[in-house]
């Protein structure tokens, strides 16, 4: 009984704890919002009240000092922000705003290095972070007014514009460093980045093996030599397979590369559109229309791709779809060949518009003559208004419609001149074709011929024969 009393006062002594911590939480994100508002407003003496109440409740909060942080630097307390920057990054080594803000201060105190260091760390946490990126290159450019010599800015600046896909711009600034040392392994590297990322692979793997010679134990370069070159085989395994007709090993040797480096955009992109090539070969359309898709969203400049995508729209009837592929494409360049493809895609929406008449005779665009004649007398004796006498007046006038359209399509195509200029896609109307004063009674009677008239008859239930009078 004792032991039992005891274990009571324990359990009731520790559950109003757990409440209160809630409590601290709620109370605590409460004045952390209300220090958000004081700072969009640009009062930062109350949004440092608010924070610092903030992390009063709850001191183990990394975002709460941060925050503070960033509003001390607004007041240009930097030493004091400094403080709560790395405080923030001791309770979170991920938080990379704590480590960008750490490094600010760091670079506004006038301790370049350990700027530089804690840029790095952010990079190394989320170097997709373009936000991230763009700091870092403003940074080292402030930081080059001072040091316009210092080798380790220029190059923590080359490699995030080589990030951010301005690759000219980072190829100048490495070049000016191997200008002054030729050596220099993180300008090497730098190199082989923006030829890597804009799919010169073969030139960038001789820049990443030239700053391994240099820095054999340079990581990036290691780690950028690897995917190059993987990715180099795959494509090639991948292009080697297709032209040999393998199609289902090209589709999974695109597939392979495609894991490899999903930062290199303009290589997925090619590989993206190769692997829709493969689909449409195997006649998966809807698949190649989706890799091309994302070819182009990767690289809204890919022709090729957007030609590619629009003939799988050409082949799936998606016609307005394909105009706007082709027309993109032309509007891009202008030559004669996308000019022809641009211009058969219209003709081809144009006629999309107009009735089926292959369709309505349910034949095939390469149909004969006779084939033709069977289909319409088929049709023209299921669809006969007689036929359907006993019917609703909803089915009757339903029918009647259908026994028009069959009337019309035949008339089209069983006359060579008129179905050429049908199929050519050129306006009937032009023809002296008006089937809105059209009959189709005439041409069933001039089909069926035969000495007086004709009638539908009963010859059980559901059952009809054509008789001719």
Request: with cysteine.
């Amino acid at each position: 009984m004792a032991a039992a009393a005891e274990c009571d006062v324990v359990m009731a002594a520790t559950e109003p704890e757990l409440l209160d911590d809630q409590e601290a939480k709620r109370e605590a994100e409460t004045f952390k919002e209300q220090g958000n508002a004081y700072y969009a407003k640009k009062d930062y003496n109350e949004a440092y009240n608010y924070y610092t109440k903030a992390i009063d409740m709850c001191p183990k909060n990394a975002s709460y000092y941060g925050n503070r942080a960033a509003t001390l630097m607004m007041l240009g307390r930097f030493r004091e922000a400094l403080g709560d920057a790395q405080q923030s990054v001791r309770l979170d080594d991920s938080f990379v705003r704590g480590h960008l803000r750490e490094g600010k201060c760091h670079l506004s105190l006038g301790n370049a290095m350990a700027a530089c260091r804690s840029f790095q760390r952010a990079l190394e946490l989320d170097h997709k972070n373009a936000q991230a990126q763009q700091e870092v290159v403003f940074c080292m450019d402030r930081a080059l007014e001072f040091a316009p010599a210092c080798h380790r800015f220029k190059i923590l600046k080359a490699e995030c514009l080589a990030m951010l896909g301005r690759y000219p711009e980072a190829q100048s600034v490495a070049s000016d460093i191997l200008r002054m040392d030729s050596t220099n392994a993180d300008a090497l590297y730098v190199r082989g980045l923006c030829l890597y990322y804009e799919d010169c692979i073969e030139k960038a793997v001789q820049f990443f093996v030239q700053a391994l010679r240099m820095a054999p134990d340079h990581e990036k370069a290691c780690i950028a030599c690897r995917n190059a070159k993987a990715l180099k085989a795959k494509k090639e395994d991948g292009n080697k397979a297709f032209k040999e007709g393998n199609y289902k090993l090209a589709y999974e040797l695109y597939t392979e590369a495609l894991g490899i480096d999903p930062n290199n955009i303009k290589t997925n992109a090619k590989l993206y559109c190769n692997r829709g090539t493969v689909n449409s070969k195997l006649r998966k359309l809807d698949d190649a229309i989706e890799d091309c898709t994302n070819a182009v969203k990767l690289d809204d400049t890919y022709i090729k791709a957007y030609l590619r995508r629009a003939q799988c729209y050409m082949d799936t009837e998606q016609y307005e779809e394909a105009v706007r592929d082709y027309e993109k494409v032309y509007q891009t360049e202008k030559t004669k060949e996308h000019k022809q493809l641009l211009k058969n895609a219209q003709l081809e929406l144009k006629k999309s518009k107009r009735k089926d008449y292959y369709k309505i005779l349910g034949v095939d665009k390469n149909a004969s003559e006779d084939e033709i004649k069977k289909a319409y007398r088929k049709r023209a004796l299921m669809h006969h208004p007689d036929r359907h006498s006993g019917a609703s007046a909803e089915v009757q006038k339903e029918e009647e419609k259908k026994f028009k359209e069959v009337g019309e399509a035949f008339t089209i195509l069983s006359d060579p001149k008129k179905k050429t200029r049908y199929d050519s896609g050129q306006d009937l109307d032009e023809e002296g074709m008006n089937m809105g004063d059209f009959d189709p009674n005439n041409i069933f009677k001039a089909f069926f011929g035969g000495p007086g008239g004709f009638s539908f008859e009963a010859s059980g239930p559901g059952n009809f024969f054509f008789q001719f009078g």
